[in-house]
């Protein structure tokens, strides 16, 4: 073949034309953004690509050669850029290299770069010797990000099984080996299992026994524009029967072994006011003098109502409250549908259930109280209150009294020490959660606070604060798991594992809340909210490690393309960032993390024989902008609402009105305009500390991308990025992991020494809720997991709850 024939003589096909028209509005494009990060004290590259990029366009649209070679050399320098920026992590060098090695396939390519006659060779092997180079360029691209995610940090030696500082820990913990009483499987929450028959050498064979289908799906209108539908529930097993809740409040019993439905109740009620449709759970207690000796303790959130029901049957409990039920709504005053539910299992514990309550924050000043109540598990009758608003806190009130309005509520899960006799109760925010230039004195001292409570009388033993004046809903998600451990002195001391959204872990001795390990004071940035106060210190955990990933930078911020990185980049460079606890402001501010935080709902587990603590983390970038509420107003984000005696006008969900304060809030995921995260991967992380040492023992990219993509797209494929997840793991004394959690719909068991995956099974929807395991009648060792998605991270929603075990004799 000639030279002649390569280049189809001198005419020039329309498509080399119209290749460097685009490839000119490209670099045209790059040049006017890059120009305005350059100018905005950004990074140059982008301005100097896009000058490149529109010469070698108008070269090739002239037909000269120079314009593929001006193009290789521009790939050449933005392989050395990239590797200058972020070495070898091939995810962040994906939106870098990926879209222009792909463009220069085509301008390497016999139809654009032979027709520019720019190889003299009488061959067209050069041009596909270019386009080569450019597809190993991009599989070596993947390639790097595989080996990130296979990078983990050096394994320490586990503990001794069954030995915390010479003493046994793990079997003996009060629930009978089989069984999972509770939503941590005992008081303690360490969600430990001493089952051993599904091991590291045999779960690879695990395979699903049984599945059962709850028949409830989102409504219309319950899953989208700012409202959650969430199968978070995990079931306890009691017996040979498995109780659990659905999102619409339904508690269901089924055989524990077969799977087969034994009863159902509804509690009915209108719940289309609620933007969450969720339950975690329900809960069990024994009365054995009465009628009702087996129970299952729930509520309704229709209107907050607490319930029990004959474990046997599914039938109210009569001698419980008024027919079985406790209205929630007494001493509160106005609960308009919809603004408070319980979203927990209640904490049985002592004869006495607790619970608290989750509230629809960031509307409005003066929402309902956040007390804590405890009542009679026999009887149902008010035990006791704890509302901090009122001297002492712990009292019942009088018969038309209110409890205090807006106080810090505890909707997470809670944990307790029967021995001790105290529960531990994590509070949240006085909402609204990002003003608080109205908060009263009691709100700042309990705000985002492990409060620990006597179970008899409900008198404060202790607090502890883990944000001072939380302006960034940093509420405590979940209660701490407890464990012994060896102190500083090596002393074994009872303690607890507090984790928090922020990524702080503390370590406090539970029967007195001081630090086990060191807690120190650290200045923070300040803000310029007019009317708002500012903590000029927050307390960190500096003797152990933290969970948050470190402050971003501008060359942390990612996308699919160049295009939508430098998009971002723009935006990272015109928000405001101080690192943590940068509060919000007029201009936007970026929550790193924001409101789902480092971790959630679903806490951490911890193995007490290996004195190790296992948690799944997310790292979800938020923007977060304050706006005059008369501002906010005018400009539609919300409606106008005149008080309690009105329907409430809900709002979208990213946009807070603060009621009755003089600033409102935009919240909303920062994302590039192909809705994806503005940083790079991993998106999320699961990782092992050990409690002794305090070092991390491994930590892992977690998750891929597959069942997720660009506005809304569910690939089949995914990367190993590491992505969001919501729910959490559980430990066996085989020393396993089993978690689902993730946006790909995976259960997966994990290695517990290395982090590695050695199972996993594809979900019909989202296993974003915690799994249990435990013994059935056959003998076989059981996992179980709610598949039914979540609404906040869009996951696939169903309505199954699904069982594995190895095959049987």
């Known amino acids: 073949m000639t030279r002649q024939s390569i280049a189809g003589g001198r005419a020039r096909p329309w498509w080399t034309i119209v290749t460097g028209v685009a490839a000119g509005l490209l670099g045209l494009g790059l040049l006017g953004l890059g120009a305005w990060l350059l100018l905005l004290g950004g990074s140059p590259y982008y301005a100097a690509a896009g000058l490149l990029l529109l010469a070698a366009g108008i070269l090739i649209v002239l037909g000269r050669p120079a314009g593929i070679w001006l193009y290789a050399a521009l790939l050449v320098g933005t392989v050395l850029w990239s590797l200058y920026e972020v070495g070898l992590d091939g995810w962040a060098l994906i939106p870098r290299l990926v879209a222009p090695a792909v463009l220069g396939i085509w301008l390497f390519s016999p139809l654009v770069a032979g027709r520019l006659q720019v190889f003299r060779q009488s061959t067209v092997w050069p041009c596909y010797a270019a386009m080569a180079a450019c597809a190993i360029l991009i599989g070596l691209v993947f390639l790097a990000g595989y080996r990130i995610t296979e990078r983990r940090t050096i394994e320490a030696a586990a503990a001794p099984a069954n030995t915390v500082a010479g ?47 709850t028949g409830d799906l989102p409504k219309e209108g319950e899953n989208g524009n700012g409202r959650e539908f969430s199968f978070e529930a995990t079931p306890i097993k009691v017996g040979d029967s498995l109780y659990f809740c659905t999102p619409h409040r339904d508690v269901v019993a089924l055989d524990a072994t077969t799977g087969q439905q034994k009863w159902r109740y509804s509690p009915g009620g209108d719940m289309s006011k609620n933007v969450y449709q969720a339950c975690r759970g329900v809960s069990y207690f024994e009365a054995p003098q009465t009628s009702c000796p087996h129970r299952i303790i729930s509520t309704a959130s229709d209107l907050p109502r607490l319930f029990a029901l004959d474990a046997e049957t599914g039938k109210p409990c009569e001698t419980f409250g008024s027919n079985g039920q406790v209205d929630l709504r007494e001493h509160m005053g106005p609960v308009p549908p919809g603004f408070h539910f319980i979203s927990s299992p209640p904490m049985i514990v002592n004869g006495k259930i607790i619970l608290g309550g989750w509230v629809y924050d960031n509307q409005t000043v003066g929402e309902p109280s956040g007390v804590v109540r405890a009542f009679d598990a026999v009887s149902g009758a008010p035990a006791w209150s704890w509302d901090i608003g009122k001297t002492p806190a712990n009292r019942k009130p009088a018969p038309d009294e209110t409890y205090t309005r807006g106080t810090p509520n505890g909707w997470g899960v809670y944990t307790a020490d029967p021995g001790l006799n105290l529960v531990y109760v994590p509070l949240g925010s006085p909402t609204p959660d990002y003003f608080g230039g109205k908060r009263r004195p009691f709100d700042d001292a309990y705000s985002s606070s492990l409060v620990a409570l006597d179970i008899a009388t409900g008198a404060e033993r202790w607090h502890f604060q883990t944000v001072h004046h939380d302006l960034w809903d940093f509420d405590l998600p979940a209660g701490p798991a407890l464990v012994d451990l060896p102190d500083r002195n090596g002393s074994v001391v009872p303690a607890l594992i507090q984790t928090t959204k922020q990524g702080e872990i503390f370590v ?24 708002e106060r500012y903590s000029p210190t927050q307390p960190f955990s500096t003797g152990m490690p933290s969970l948050r990933a470190p402050k971003l930078t501008e060359k942390d911020m990612w996308g699919a393309t160049p295009v939508d990185q430098l998009l971002c980049r723009i935006e990272f460079r015109r928000m405001h960032d101080e690192g943590l606890f940068t509060p919000p402001g007029l201009r936007p501010t970026i929550g790193w993390p924001a ?24 790292f979800m970038p938020f923007k977060l902008r304050m706006l005059p509420y008369g501002k906010a107003l005018e400009k539609g984000l919300f409606q106008a609402w005149s008080g309690w005696n009105e329907p409430y006008p809900q709002p979208p969900f990213k946009n807070n009105p603060q009621h009755g304060t003089p600033f409102s809030i935009v919240v909303e995921p920062w994302l590039s305009p192909l809705e994806i995260p503005c940083v790079q991967p991993p998106w999320g992380q699961m990782q092992a500390i050990d409690l002794a040492s305090r070092k991390v023992l491994w930590q892992r990219p977690f998750g891929t991308t597959r069942d997720m993509g660009p506005f809304g797209l569910r690939l089949p494929v995914g990367l190993p990025t590491g992505v969001f997840s919501m729910g959490g793991s559980i430990a066996t004394k085989s020393g396993l992991l089993f978690i689902g959690a993730t946006t790909d719909q995976y259960i997966r068991a994990l290695d517990a020494k290395s982090g590695k ?9 989202g296993g974003n809720a915690t799994p249990l395991t435990y013994l059935g009648r056959d003998g076989r060792q059981y996992v179980v997991i709610a598949a039914g998605g979540h609404g906040g991270l869009r996951s696939r929603n169903g309505d199954r709850i699904v069982a594995y075990a190895l095959p049987g004799p």
């Open 167 to 213: 003493i046994a820990a793990g079997d003996d913990d009060g629930v009978a080996p089989e069984n999972w009483n509770f939503y941590g499987r005992t008081p303690a929450g360490d969600r430990y299992s001493p089952l051993d028959r599904i091991t590291p050498e045999n779960v690879s064979h695990l395979t699903q026994a049984w599945s059962f289908s």
């Open 508 to 531: 406090l001795d539970r029967r007195s809340g001081q630090p086990v390990f060191p807690v120190e004071e650290k200045p923070v940035p300040s803000g310029d909210i007019p009317g």
């Open 595 to 618: 409101f789902d935080g480092t971790s959630d709902w679903y806490g951490a587990t911890v193995d007490p024989a290996r004195r190790t603590m296992y948690i799944n983390t997310t």
């Open 757 to 765: 995956t050695l199972w996993s099974d594809h979900l019909p929807a």
